[in-house]
Nanobody
Framework: QVHLVESGGGLVQAGGSLRLSCVLS????????MCWFRQAPGKEREFVST????????YYSDLVRGRFTTSRDIPKKTMYLQMNSLKPEDTAVYYC??????????????????WGQGTQVTVSS
């Protein structure tokens, strides 16, 4: 059984920062690729960033590259998303996802098996 729990969302002014966390509960942590997605009202869920099972490879959406940084702490079984220079258009529910694979970093929702419940991020102008 695999569970993902996000935290760290909230309300912030444009230009501010937030750090999201996602804790994975599973028999092993290191063999899961993990990803952040987000979904704004009335829009489809979109890719934000992904990180390989060992933390060695990361990819970002063009919309967040240079502002967001994803990382993972394997002993703590936690993935992070540091979000800087936030914009109102970053407002969305942010979801973390995981899949038991070691050597690929997929960027589409249907490729992920496990999902967290989501955390709301609201950026005011």
């Amino acid at each position: 059984q695999v569970h993902l729990v996000e935290s760290g969302g909230g309300l912030v002014q444009a230009g501010g920062s937030l750090r999201l966390s996602c804790v994975l509960s599973a028999h092993t942590f290191g063999q899961y690729v993990m990803c952040w997605f987000r979904q704004a009202p009335g829009k489809e869920r979109e890719f934000v960033s992904t990180i390989s099972w060992n933390g060695g490879t990361t990819y970002y959406s063009d919309l967040v590259r240079g502002r967001f940084t994803t990382s993972r702490d394997i002993p703590k079984k936690t993935m992070y998303l540091q979000m800087n220079s936030l914009k109102p258009e970053d407002t969305a529910v942010y979801y973390c996802a995981a899949d038991p694979r070691a050597w690929t970093t997929p960027q589409t929702p249907h490729e992920y098996t496990y999902w967290g419940q989501g955390t709301q991020v609201t950026v005011s102008s």
